[in-house]
């Protein structure tokens, strides 16, 4: 494997990352909005502050890890995508930032009309934030980003494949949270709740799977080139994926919840791989590959470096917070 071959796979493990621990935790946001009135949502709202309490703010470790690579080990093409696609990126940030503060603010609320204020405003930028995010992807992966950062400052995200992948992203988003947020509940020791949300995560994941599917028709034509990746080599993904899919509806129709987790994970990160490997060896699809985007030699001997050692450092804390937060214990307690 090259040297820009492997910091462009460090990069993308972070990706999938993000999408697969981030993403679950914007999909309960979904949840949250359409929880109901005050009254009847607030248990489920309970369970959705309880659940990502804990992990909010460490989900987003892996988002400063693909910038950082990706600066660092690709400027040019960051540059590129930084310019035009700006308003996506923006309208992506500007979520992040609402959601983390009405996030806090809603727990300290002095009065109902401002806890259900700073509710909407979590609930709403839960959607919107990863919807962006996907718009930034379909804008890379079909060609609408010129090395010179030229594009176009709205074609390029609102096109066919962008609008696909931003409500492909809060479609699998969704699907995630609601598998994980069931097996909270029924670690909790709520039974209607696990069922009422087993029933919507059954839903919202048999929509998404038909999206995804649906999205190879437009993909086709407004994404050659993606969709010649993901017709080849990177069809077994897409496969994988579809199996993962199926296999979770099926286990969350059984109440096998702690396996549903496993193979919702795998299906929503075959789903993000799939795109990865449709699009490559392009960084930025038809303009610039991963070899030609790569900076200086030893700027991308450093970043291997700096990932040997934030797998050292950072992963072992992060995995053993995620395991803490899925424990029994931790699903029982008051805090």
């Known amino acids: 494997m090259s040297l820009e071959l492997a910091v462009a796979a460090a990069l993308f493990v972070g990706v999938i990352a993000y999408a697969v621990l981030g993403g679950a935790d914007f999909g309960s946001g979904f949840f949250d909005l359409t929880a109901g009135s005050s009254r009847r949502g607030a248990e489920l709202r309970t369970l959705v502050d309880h659940s990502i309490g804990p992990v909010w703010e460490a989900n987003h470790v892996w988002l400063i890890y693909v910038l950082v690579i990706w600066w660092t080990g690709f400027p040019e093409s960051f540059a590129a995508a930084m310019s035009t696609l700006v308003l996506p990126l923006l309208l992506a940030l500007l979520g992040i930032v609402l959601r983390g503060a009405s996030f806090a603010f809603r727990k300290y609320a002095a009065t109902l009309a401002q806890a259900r ?43 066919p494949t962008s609008l696909f ?8 988003c969704a699907f995630l949270a609601g598998v994980f947020l069931v097996a909270d509940a029924r670690r909790s020791g709520q039974e209607r709740l696990a069922e009422e949300l087993r029933v919507r995560a059954l839903a919202v994941g048999a929509a998404t799977g038909v999206l995804v599917f649906a999205a190879l028709v437009p993909i086709d034509h407004d994404a050659p080139t993606l969709a010649a990746g993901l017709e080849g080599r990177a069809a077994p993904l ?5 199996l993962a899919g199926l296999a979770t509806m099926v286990l969350l129709w059984r109440r096998r919840y702690a396996v549903a ?9 075959a789903v993000v ?26 700027t991308l001997q ?18 053993y917070l995620f395991r803490l937060t899925q424990s029994e214990a931790w699903s029982r307690s008051d805090h």
């Not at 897409?238 to 579809?242: H, R």
């Not at 987790?261 to 990160?269: C, D, F, P, Q």
């Open 238 to 242: 897409v496969v994988l994926a579809g």
């Open 273 to 298: 791989s799939g795109w990865g490997v449709g699009q490559y060896p392009w960084l930025l699809v038809d303009e610039v590959t991963i070899a030609d985007a790569a900076g200086a030699t030893a």
């Open 261 to 269: 987790r496993i193979t919702a994970v795998l299906a929503v990160a």
């Open 117 to 159: 204020l700073f509710g909407v405003v979590f609930a709403t930028s839960s959607i919107i934030t990863p919807f962006f995010l996907g718009t930034v992807a379909g804008g890379i992966a079909s060609g609408r980003v010129p090395i010179d950062g030229t594009g176009d400052r709205w074609s390029s995200w609102l096109n």
């Open 302 to 319: 450093g970043l291997l470096v700096a990932v040997g050692l934030a797998v050292v450092v950072v992963v072992p804390p992060l995995a």
């Open 165 to 172: 992948g931003g409500v492909i992203a809060v479609g699998t």
